[in-house]
């Protein structure tokens, strides 16, 4: 039986109502959290006439300040508002299935009334990646623009891991398609490099090389963007965060504080000499505060000045904290979890990326391999390259893939033949999942050949050292981002070597162990 929680929304939701025909009016409501067992007050105000709209399909601009209940970020902040006979329903898809039902009411009065409880719809929204995910979504009665109603949301608790990596997966998943590109551009250049084709003096040299990096420095920009639309809160205002961390005059401070020893301070409030280019921590923790201070500061601002003293309360706050106490603390922990990786690769560094290359499928069954994407990204911000997460993961992806060609070659069923060999194909390209749901996890023998590849890949990269300079999504496409900036080409060569004994291990072990069913 699923535990359920209660608690407030009240806090600022805005509706832009773009209508069909050209007219347009606006709603707004106050929400924000507060105590669990409390209702939700929301506020809707109409920038135009209050009369009832015409029937009708409205698309609505939803922004609330409550880092619970907001519009998923692949709706871009928006839902729908329809009018039928007068009525007007709203719908919005969430942010995840956490949020289980609403009550038009008092949250206290909620369990006593569970048959007017709004039931979720199950809405598919598909993100700028490409990746689509089903989540909960809501039509929500509005009796009237401009007037006052209690909303209550009932949702479950779940495991507080659950919870951690369904947040890593929202804030990292968006910023692979740039960390991705910025790789393969500093790949690119390498290669241009290595075989003499560009001067490591020349213009365009420089020029490549800064457009590479221009992704790996401004990182806490791009991460508190998509931290904010996951935790909740202004995505603008956490990027000026982003911004604050790694603006040049902080820089400078921090480079001349170090020369000379005397301490930054603000309101006699130290500030640790920290450069946060291309950090990972320090910003989400920043975030993860903004999502808990915006609400407090829009439900303590009086209304007519709301729209200027909320943003600078939240920004003076989280301003001062993150720079006084949450980016130390992230720029610490990064720097630690840096340190315990390079001792665990100093004295076996073959381990962890063969666990990876065996363990990895049941990894992405599970949904907690999304929980490795940070710890890669952390080494490479920090050391500047990664030997234990991508190996691994690459040995896994090719593995699986090549187990699957394999009954493609082997088996004489003509469907099981074409489910294979294309998810196969993607596999060792880098997507797993067609291979992983379709193929591996129904047949047993390719299981065991993804292990088995994975881990002898896994173990030979490993023991080699391998290291990746700029990540991707693990696969022979992104074989590139193993080649660095100064760095001798066996580091390539070994990659591609681990690749190969995975794919040859794995399709060994499943064209040798595979059997086509006998069919009555």
Same mark, same amino acid.
């Given at each position: ?37 409390? /209702? ?11 009369? /009832?709209? &015409? ?29 039928? #006979? ?34 979720? !719809? ?7 990646? +490409? ?38 997966? +929202? ?56 931290? /904010? ?5 202004? @995505? ?51 975030? $993860? ?7 407090? *500061? ?11 003293? *909320? ?32 001792? $665990?690769? !100093?004295?076996?560094?073959? $381990? ?7 363990? $990895? &499928? ?15 990204? #952390? ?7 990664? !030997?234990?997460?991508? &190996? ?30 294309? @998810? ?37 990269? +490993?023991?080699?050292?391998?290291? #990746?300079?700029?990540? +991707?999504? &693990?696969?022979?496409?992104?074989? @590139? ?40």
């Amino acid at each position: 039986m699923k535990r359920v929680f209660s608690c407030v929304v009240a806090a600022s939701l805005a509706l832009s109502l773009l209508v069909g025909c050209g007219a347009s009016s606006t709603a707004s409501s106050a929400a924000s959290s507060a105590a669990s067992s409390e /209702a939700a007050s929301s506020v809707a105000s109409s920038a135009a006439e209050t009369a /009832a709209l &015409p029937d009708g399909v409205y698309t609505a601009e939803f922004d609330t300040d409550s880092s619970m209940f907001h519009a998923n970020e692949a709706c871009d902040g928006k839902g729908t508002l329809t009018v039928e #006979n007068g009525q007007m329903t709203f719908h919005v898809s969430l942010a995840s299935t956490h949020i289980v039902n609403l009550y038009l009411g008092k949250a206290s009065d909620a369990a006593d009334h569970e048959a007017d409880w709004l039931q979720p !719809t199950t809405d598919t929204v598909t993100y700028s990646d +490409g990746t689509s995910e089903e989540v909960y979504g809501f039509d929500i009665p509005v009796t009237a623009v401009d007037t006052d109603f209690d909303l209550a949301i009932l949702g479950t608790k779940g495991k507080w891991y659950d919870r951690v990596i369904d947040t890593l997966t +929202g804030i990292f998943t968006p910023i692979l398609p740039p960390l991705t590109a910025a790789g393969m551009i500093k790949a690119v250049l390498a290669i241009l490099v290595a075989f003499k084709l560009v001067s490591n003096t020349s213009s365009t040299y420089q020029v490549i090389n800064f457009m590479g990096d221009a992704t790996f420095y401004f990182l806490p920009i791009l991460l508190a963007n998509s931290a /904010a639309k996951k935790l909740g809160c202004n @995505p603008y205002l956490a990027m000026m965060l982003g911004g604050i961390l790694i603006h040049p005059s902080f820089v400078n401070l921090v480079a001349a504080s170090k020369e000379s020893g005397e301490a930054i301070t603000i309101f006699m409030l130290p500030i640790y000499n920290a450069s946060y280019s291309s950090s990972v921590i320090p910003i989400i923790l920043g975030v $993860l505060l903004m999502s808990k201070v915006e609400p407090w *500061a829009t439900r303590i601002s009086p209304k007519a000045i709301r729209f200027f003293t *909320a943003p600078l309360l939240t920004m003076f706050i989280c301003g001062i904290t993150t720079l006084c106490v949450l980016g130390p603390v992230g720029y610490v922990v990064s720097n630690a979890l840096a340190a315990v990786i390079n001792g $665990l690769s !100093t004295l076996a560094p073959w $381990l962890v990326p063969t666990i990876v290359g065996v363990f $990895l &499928p049941f990894l992405v069954m599970t949904g907690t391999h999304h929980a490795l994407t940070p710890i890669g990204i #952390n080494n490479r911000m920090t050391i500047g390259f990664d !030997t234990i997460i991508y &190996p691994g993961q690459l040995a896994s992806n090719v593995a699986q893939g090549a187990a699957a060609l394999a009954v493609s070659i082997k088996t004489k069923d003509p469907e099981l033949k074409q489910l294979t060999s294309a @998810p196969g194909i993607t596999a060792v390209c880098g997507i797993t999942e067609p291979v992983l749901f379709g193929v591996t996890m129904k047949i047993r023998t390719n299981m065991i050949a993804a292990m088995a590849g994975g881990g002898v890949g896994g173990f030979f990269m +490993g023991l080699m050292n391998t290291k #990746n300079y700029s990540g +991707g999504s &693990p696969g022979l496409l992104t074989l @590139p981002s193993y080649i660095g900036l100064d760095t001798p080409m066996s580091n390539f060569y070994y990659a591609c070597a681990g690749a190969a004994i995975a794919f040859v291990v794995a399709f060994i072990v499943s064209f040798v162990l595979f059997r086509d069913e006998k069919k009555n």
